[in-house]
């Protein structure tokens, strides 16, 4: 750590791929409190690219040597979802403070594994929920935050992409580097987003079904990702969960890569369903549901600002190091993520509820 507890905190970043370089672009736009100083990726030039594209000054030829580099206060983890854990835990452990893409792990149990570290060692890591922190997501929470919506008791929490599969062969489409589909990649997004909205219920059951009916054919492929039409395809495209919680509240879950469903938008969504109002929110809108006089009246909701999502949740990490507080999105949210996914993924196999015990 460097001596002032408000010196600016130096970076590294593994892993140079698409959302490495957003990363690292938006670490150069917060030079008043970060510094992006090295960068590694196990295909070397692309790093020495980056390295150059973004002004970095060191490129490292491992993770290892990244790690044991004493200049750097904390990293960034943006790699393919099977490499989270070793390589989060190899951070911590080295000293450094993390910043780790979503999902947290491949599975609860290496997201467990991360948990105990980070308890150990103390020091910061954060998930790339990036969505939490858009002004229009701080602006429901505010509004929920203030009791408007009375007891939220059920939620309706989605994405349907109609042609959305991320590069078809490569690490997204394959079980074993991945660990899913849909349900894993933006299905996380929003169960952390819903969990985030109801302050952090506890699931108690889940019961889920996951379909693969455009990916094994080669049909429904989407822009994000290269692909690699002789890779493997053995992920869900499509998965569905209804997911209880200790407070008696449900959610409903629904993501797809590739779906025919023509009535539903490609966009985000969450409806939150509460006693005394509601909140709809949809891509970049947001409405406000309550009932006046027996009819309905719906208001829109307006952004807090048009900050950037990805600098405040910078932002929020490196005031969390400095402050010595634990950051939203913590290691404890991604390990309760990763639990729901696990279990969803399950009871598609099983058939049967499946029952989540957190003692
Ligand atoms: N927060 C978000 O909204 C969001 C969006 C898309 C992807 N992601 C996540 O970001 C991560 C990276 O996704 P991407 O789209 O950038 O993938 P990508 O394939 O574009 O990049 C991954 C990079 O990691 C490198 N790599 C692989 N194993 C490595 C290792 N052990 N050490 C160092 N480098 C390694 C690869 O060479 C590649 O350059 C994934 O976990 C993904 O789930 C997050």
Known sequence: MTNSSTARIRFGVIGAGAIGAIHMETLNKLADVAELKAVTDTYLPLAEQRAAEY?????????EALLADPKLDAVVIAVPNQFHAPLAIAALEAGKH????????????KAKEIVDVQERTGKTLIIAQQMRFSGLARAVKAIIDEGKLGRIY????GWIRKKGIPGWGSWFTRKELAGGGPLIDIGVHMLDLAL??????RPVTVFGTTYA????????????GTPNWEGTY?????????IKLDNGATLALDVSWAAHAAEMSDEPYIHLMGSEAGISYVGNTAKFITHVDNEVVTTEIKPLDDANERELLARHFIQSIQDGTTPISSAISGYTNNRILDAIYESSETGNQVKLNWN
Request: proline content about 10%.
């Open 213 to 224: 009916e455009f990916g094994p054919h080669k049909r429904g492929t989407g822009n994000w």
């Open 154 to 157: 059920n939620v309706k929490s």
């Open 55 to 63: 002004d970095i000054p060191v490129t490292h030829s491992s993770p």
């Open 196 to 201: 985030h909205f109801m302050s952090g219920p």
């Open 98 to 109: 993390v910043i780790l893409e979503k999902p947290m792990a491949i599975d609860s149990a």
């Open 234 to 242: 053995d992920v869900e495209d499509l998965a569905t969960a209804l």
